[in-house]
């Protein structure tokens, strides 16, 4: 399986942008990003997803880079309900794929 | 709109004795994956089911087996529990398009402790 390398942890200030780093120098071309957090006593929770474009939504962006070997989740406003483990995980194939989950990054948020 | 539903929330099974874990999908959704996640790691795929049959299968015993219905709920059944299948069991639901990309939608686990 495609693998992917993040920190063990990170820590932010409430109110402050933060960058998670995720390297995947094995990639290929028809692999997607995703990224998932895990909030304390919670499933895991869809973030956002991309190809090879930059992406938005409510709630992160995602900056892929233009090699794909690289990508960063940025939350624009961190708030302590951001606190959680962030998994960057690549859906490795086509068709239906199933989740290949590396240990993430504990992301840690102070007030 | 329900998200994914897990039944039960908690339980506590003694070695060797068999469980049946159960899940409903997002409204919408047709596939259904189960994840086990020890304490402190992350989750790992057992299998997913989609057209009520298995498709794919992750690196756990056949002890480990499940069943989908005609309306796309699903179980998980472990028989013969073991110490270490103590953990969390988490269900996702997914509907696969170009768009979508197979994100998957969890449900909030039912935790398992095997004495």
């Known amino acids: 399986d495609a693998k992917t390398t993040q920190p063990n942890s990170m820590e932010s200030n409430e109110e402050e942008p933060v960058h998670l780093p995720c390297n995947h120098s094995?990639?290929?071309?028809?692999?997607?990003i995703h990224w998932y957090r895990q909030l304390p006593s919670q499933g895991p929770e869809y973030v956002i997803h991309?190809?090879?474009s930059n992406v938005n939504n409510r709630m992160a962006s995602l900056a892929i880079a233009e090699d794909r070997k690289s990508s960063t989740l940025i939350l624009h406003r961190a708030t302590l309900r951001d606190a959680a483990v962030y998994y960057c995980i690549l859906s490795v194939g086509t068709g239906r794929r199933a989740l290949t989950f590396g240990s993430g990054t504990r992301l840690q948020v102070q007030p | 709109d329900a998200g994914v539903t897990q039944s039960p929330t908690h339980l506590i099974k003694t070695r060797g004795q068999q469980v049946t874990l159960r899940c409903s999908p997002k409204?919408?959704?047709?596939?259904v994956s189960w994840y086990q996640q020890a304490l402190g790691q992350g989750p790992q795929f057992i299998f997913q089911?989609?057209?009520?049959?298995?498709?794919q299968r992750g690196n756990f015993p056949d002890r480990f087996s499940g069943h989908q219905f005609p309306n796309y709920s699903s179980e998980l059944n472990v028989n013969a529990l073991l110490l270490g299948d103590s953990a969390l069991y988490l269900c996702a639901s997914s509907f696969f398009g170009v768009a979508t990309a197979d994100t998957q939608y969890f449900g909030p686990g039912t935790r398992l402790t095997v004495l």
């Open positions: 991309g190809l090879t």
């Open positions: 089911y989609y057209e009520e049959e298995e498709r």
């Open positions: 094995t990639i290929s071309g028809t692999d997607y």
């Open positions: 409204s919408g959704h047709d596939t």
